[in-house]
Structure formats: C-alpha cells, structure tokens
C-alpha cells in the first residue's frame, strides 16, 4: 500500500518554529535558575521571602505601595534581587513571539504576501504596545 | 535524508521542566530549617513562607497531569482552584495563570507548527484582534474592584463547566466553500492524519465571525487570565469548521501570542510574584508532560468528569467569595 507523501509546512511555520523553541527554552531556564537563586537565598530579594506572606494576600495597589514595587520597566533596574531576576526569565518567555514574528517578515517580503506581512507588523505592534508600559491602570 | 516535516525529538525541553521542578524543590527545602528556625509570622494558615510555594507545586503538577487528558489548558483550572482556596490575592493569581497557559504554549508550539497541526495563516488574522483585545481585558480586570472580578471569575467558569459539558465536537466538519475573506487570505491547508494514514485537506468557513468571537474571547483571557483554550476550540472546529486537530493545534498557537500580550501589562503592573508564578509553571509543565505519557493509560471521559467537578466546585467558591458568602 502506499502511504500518503506528508504535505510540505510552509517555509515561515518552519522557521517560527525553530525560533520558538530556543526562546522558550531560554526563558524557561533562566526563571527557574534566578529562581532557584532566589529560594535558596543565594540572591536575597528585595522583599524577604518571610515577609512575603503577609503581602501576597493584599489587594495589588495595597502590595505595590507596601513593597514599593515600581510599575512599568522599574523592576529591571532591581534584577540584581532574587525576585525581579526571575521576572526577567518570565519577561523573556512574554517576549519570544515578538523574536518569532520579526524572524518570518523576511518570508512574508520575499514572496511577497503583503497582506500577512502587515499582519506580522500589526501583531508585533500589539506585543510592543503591551510591553512599552504604557499603558497602566492608576490605583 | 530527513525529512524536515517530521516532528523532532527534542531533548532539552524534555529534560528542563524536570531538571527544573528538582533545582526549586530542593532549593525550597534546603532553606526550609532557616525559615522555620526564623519565627515566621502567622500569617493566613499560619505556615512557613515556603509551604505555599512547594503546595502550589504539587498542586499544578496535579493539575496538569489531568489537563491533557481532559482536553484543557492549565490557566482554566489554575486559577479558580488557586485563587479558591491559597492565601494569594486574585490580582496575583490572575497573572501566574496567565503565564502557565503561555508556558505551555509555547512549550507546544514548535512540534504543532511542524507538523501543520497549527496553521500560521489561520491563526494569525485571529490572534492580533485577540491579542490587542486581552490587552484592554488586562487592564479593565486590574481596574475592577477584586470581588466584582472574583464574582464575573466565578459565572464565567460555570458558564465554561456548561459549555465543556454541552459543546459537541466535530472531527472533520465539512465546508462545502470558504468564505470569501478566508478565500481572500487563502487560509486553507492540508495536514497527516496519523491516526487515518491520510492527508486531510480543510477551508474554513464564517472567518468574520469568527473574528469578532475571538475579540472577545481575546477580553476574557486578559480579565480572568484563564487562557482560553476552551472558548478557542469551539469557535476554530464548531463556528469556523476547522479539523478538530487543527482546532487544538491553533488555538494553543494563538495561546501564546494572547496571553504574551496579557502578562506583558500584567508584569508591568507588578502583578507577576515570582513566588507565585515560577513553581506554578514548572509544576504545571511537567505535570502536562505526565498527562500526555498517561494518555493512552487513563480514561479521558472519567477524567474529564472529574475536572468538571472540581471546575464546577472551584466556580462556585469564587462566586461565592466574591458575592461576600464564603470568605
């Protein structure tokens, strides 16, 4: 009997893909190494892991005061903790699709489908837009 | 020669999640004589700090064990059972839920993209009006006062026990033609049965609908940060006539680029607790990579029932603790 040939995936599904898998591996090991650094207090954090008890209960506008937490990009500036270097592995992980996105434009130019281009252009916009901070809600 | 459409055995990702949950827990272990040594304060339950992270652990890694072969995502369960019944504000659960749906997400989606069983082109279109909308539902949900959202969390997911239980599927729905903006942007494909040994070609159909659909699946997601996999398969296989295959594969696919949107204003607003988030995903995903082994051994419809009840028990503990009933 002969099988069936598999049909050929697109040159862009492809490369999304690959690109994909290393950036999520990349942030996958990077959370939990920071992590695992910060639990074993290796990196201390900025809010001791004792205090965190009486804080994670509280309503989010009553924490961000409490812990002085800044909103928007300020928790790069303290990854030097354990708390906020796991949160650059959890930023990586929101960010790979943007990597995957700007990898198949290329594709998308060549061939040239200007429809799905502008549409990578308008999806990336949107991951952009998401993570510039921005936009905030004010407690 | 190899053949480049044949999913890749990949051991990296395999191995991480497990060299991961041990890394945590015995990190968490290892520094939990010093914690209890330090007099913590009572706070909740009136355990130690690293209790709740090592139970919230356990707990996802159970939790993803029956997702799979349920047929849902992690953030769906996660986050009424997690902000049910742990001492964390839903502000901070909505978050951490939002990122083991992308977890598992993008944990998939290289072997779906690969084999065709996720489509690009019919996901894209989709995913930017969804993606742009979790936005505005992130915002609104971190807006709202905490028991309005506890009480919306908690219609929404009985709302969602109604729909698993009522919603048929179909496996290969027929589309007698495409629509025309389908046609237009040539969403369209083929992919390998393994199951039937064939090549099943498929179009879809009602692509507008479809559209303002995941729109607002799009604000549900970001509000709740439940992901959306039950809402998206539905509106994929049963509204646009999709594979149900190619229904699954898409709307993990579409997954990651939501909730990247989502979390992304969520981390901004400093509603992402690494304590909270980190042994979530990692319990989540190897729990999910349990499940898939114990596919073939479990029965699906037995563990399907089973996570309508807890979904149906988790649903009306939010309710209720929003409506001020059961604190």
């Known amino acids: ?139 | 020669m190899t053949d480049p459409n044949r999913p890749r055995r990949c051991r990296v990702p395999t191995a991480l999640p497990a060299v991961a949950i041990v890394v945590v827990a015995l990190s968490m272990v290892a520094c939990a004589p010093d914690a209890m040594a330090a007099d913590v304060p009572d706070v909740g339950a009136g355990l130690a700090w690293w209790v709740w992270p090592l139970a919230l652990f356990v707990v996802c890694f159970a939790l993803g064990i029956v997702a799979v072969p349920a047929g849902v995502g992690g953030g769906v369960l996660f986050v009424p059972i997690v902000g049910g019944f742990f001492p964390f504000h839903l502000d901070f659960v909505r978050g951490a839920g939002l990122l083991v749906a992308l977890a598992s997400a993008l944990a998939a989606g290289p072997n779906l993209l690969r084999v065709g069983l996720a489509d690009l082109r019919l996901a894209l279109p989709l995913a930017v009006l969804a993606s742009a909308s979790s936005i505005v539902g992130a915002l609104v949900g971190l807006a709202l006062p905490s028991a309005m959202v506890q009480t919306a969390l908690g219609i929404t997911i009985l709302a969602i026990v109604a729909l698993m239980a009522s919603a048929k599927k179909s496996e290969f729905p027929e589309v007698a033609a495409p629509d025309r903006l389908s046609a237009a942007l040539a969403i369209h494909g083929v992919f390998h049965d393994v199951a039937r040994g064939e090549n099943i070609h498929w179009q879809v159909r009602r692509t507008p609908l479809g559209l303002v659909l995941f729109t607002g699946i799009g604000v549900l997601a970001g509000m709740f940060g439940l992901g959306a996999g039950w809402a998206n398969v539905p509106v994929l296989n049963l509204v646009m006539g999709a594979p149900l295959k190619v229904s699954a594969g898409t709307s993990s696919f579409i997954l990651s680029l939501v909730d990247s949107s989502a979390a992304w204003v969520y981390l901004n607003q400093g509603a992402v607790l690494a304590i909270i988030a980190v042994p979530s995903v990692a319990g989540m995903m190897l729990g999910a990579r349990i499940g898939a082994r114990l596919l073939t051994v479990l029965k699906a419809s037995v563990v399907r029932r089973l996570v309508l009840v807890l979904l149906t028990v988790a649903g009306l503990r939010a309710l209720l603790k929003g409506l001020g009933i059961w604190i």
């Open chain 1, 1 to 139: 009997m002969n099988l069936p040939e598999r049909p050929v995936v697109a040159e862009e599904q492809l490369r999304y893909a690959r690109v994909l898998e290393w950036g999520a591996r990349i942030g996958l090991a990077a959370a939990v190494a920071a992590f695992a650094l910060y639990v074993s207090g290796v990196l201390p954090g900025r809010v001791p892991l004792e205090e965190l008890p009486a804080l994670w209960s509280l309503p989010l506008a009553e924490y961000l005061q409490r812990s002085a937490t800044p909103l928007g990009w300020g928790w790069v500036k303290l990854a030097i903790y354990g708390d906020f270097a796991s949160i650059v592995g959890i930023a990586i992980l929101a960010s790979v699709s943007v990597a995957c996105l700007a990898a198949v434009l290329p594709v998308y130019a060549r061939r040239p489908d200007r429809v799905y281009l502008v549409l990578c252009i308008l999806a990336i916009g949107v991951l952009v837009l998401a993570a510039s901070g921005i936009l905030v809600v004010k407690h």
